[in-house]
């Protein structure tokens, strides 16, 4: 059973950036993903990365601001969030899928415990 623990996360003003780290500890899927989950809101796709190829894949909303990344070595993912909005605001987590190329919570397994962001207008 992979465990996924996220960090990074914090208040910043509009327009800051913040970088978000997941640290995977086990065997993980082939993809790793950012799903986010803002106060009254369900849980919504941000970004993807294959574990192996690196290919990624982004939410239209985040597309351009957002990039995702991997360091195998280290065993983490990596979000960097620029030109943050105070719609970005949420909890922020990490999974991991067996599949590359979902953007369905369903499809993701092995949650972290998520990192709260919160962007002040």
């Known amino acids: 059973q992979v465990q996924l623990v996220e960090s990074g996360g914090g208040l910043v003003q509009a327009g800051d950036s913040l970088r978000l780290s997941c640290a995977a500890s086990?065997?993980?899927?082939?993809?790793m993903g950012w799903f986010r989950q803002g106060p009254g809101k369900e849980r919504e796709f941000v970004a993807a990365i294959g574990w192996i190829s690196g290919t990624t894949y982004y939410a239209d909303s985040v597309k351009g601001r957002f990039t995702i990344s991997r360091d195998n070595a280290k065993n983490t993912v990596y979000l960097q969030m620029n030109s943050l909005k105070p719609e970005d605001t949420a909890v922020y987590y990490c999974?991991?899928?067996?599949?590359?190329?979902?953007?369905?919570?369903?499809?993701?397994?092995?949650w972290g415990q998520g990192t709260q962001v919160t962007v002040s207008s």
């Open positions: 086990g065997r993980t899927g082939n993809a």
């Open positions: 999974a991991t899928a067996p599949l590359w190329g979902s953007r369905r919570s369903s499809d993701f397994g092995s």
